[in-house]
């Protein structure tokens, strides 16, 4: 999350205007993320989050996350509802942006999860998988491996002046993941993005996932050694093996992983590592002037290929089974 896009009090007014959520009591840009710009709103019938779609979201895909949160909310999985207006239609238009308003979701997301806050996760990441087996809609994930060399391109003259020798880090491990890279694992909807300020906990429970924009059609086993860097590697690259076997162990007990999952798992951490290493480093260089945005490290991302390069199996990963 975060504001690219500078909204007036008359424009929202207006805009919030076709809806049926009361006036309008407060709004507060969120600042959090990198990619779309969102708004906390308070009307009088309750609290709301309002997203103008930015950057890499093309419009034509609106339609698959917004359908795709109604999906699961419906299979009962705590994820935002998005809210339609007087015409009954989902997407709208705000300062020339395409926009949505979506429930708020209560809990807190936590910056230092445990072992046991990573089992649960994995558990409701595999609640997602399940609850979206029967989606019929399906979206190419576009930030696959096949995206990674394009991004690269865009950023390989400056990677040296973010740290020394990460032009040919990148390289290399952009050759063995393009030679290596898994195909033929069970596959269906997957969040793609399911970093800790993605998920909302009351407790020790998780009560709601949240940002469905990355949403696409890939390998579940992806999509777990996605939040398998996000969860379980400090910012120094420190790897916590015990909050990532609880993760794989809450992920298995709800949907059983395959053997070549489980064997494909050093590869796929890998490559989820060189996404956002690739995605963080190209905003890195290119923050839009006057954004409120915070842009994320991408030498996060590039402390932990390094424990992926040496990864051998799926045990290294903390995976008892």
Sequence with gaps: MAVYTDVSDEAL?????????????SCKGIAEGVENSNFFLHTEAGNFILTLYEKRVNEAELPFFINLMGHLARAGLACPQPVRNRAGTALG???????????????????????????????????????????????????????????????????????????????????VLEASWPQGLPTGVIH??????NVFFIGD???????????????????????????????????????AGAMISGYDAVRRLEPAEVAALPI???GAAMR??????????????????????????DRRLAFHREAKNARDYGWAG
């Design 13 to 25: 007014r207006a805009f919030l205007s076709q809806y049926e959520i009361g006036d309008l009591l």
């Design 93 to 175: 238009h705000l300062c020339g942006r395409p926009a949505a308003i979506v429930t708020f979701l209560d809990g807190v997301s936590l910056s230092r999860p445990n072992a046991e806050h990573c089992r649960a996760l994995g558990a409701a990441l595999a609640g997602l998988h399940e609850a979206g087996r029967d989606f019929p809609m399906r979206r190419e994930n576009n930030l696959s491996v096949g995206a990674w060399r394009p991004l690269f391109d865009q950023a390989e003259a400056q990677a040296d002046t973010v740290a020394p020798g990460l032009a040919a880090r990148t390289r290399a491990d952009l050759d």
């Design 192 to 197: 793609a993005d399911l970093f800790t300020d």
């Design 205 to 243: 429970d998780v009560s709601g996932l949240i940002d469905f924009y990355f949403a696409c059609t890939d390998a579940f086993a992806y999509d777990l050694a996605i939040s398998l860097n996000a969860w379980c590697f400090d910012a120094d690259g420190t790897f916590h093996r015990d909050k």
């Design 268 to 270: 796929l951490a890998r």
């Design 276 to 301: 956002f290493m690739l995605t963080r480093l190209v905003d890195w260089l290119n923050v839009p002037k006057g954004a409120l945005v915070q842009p994320k490290n991408p030498l996060e991302y």
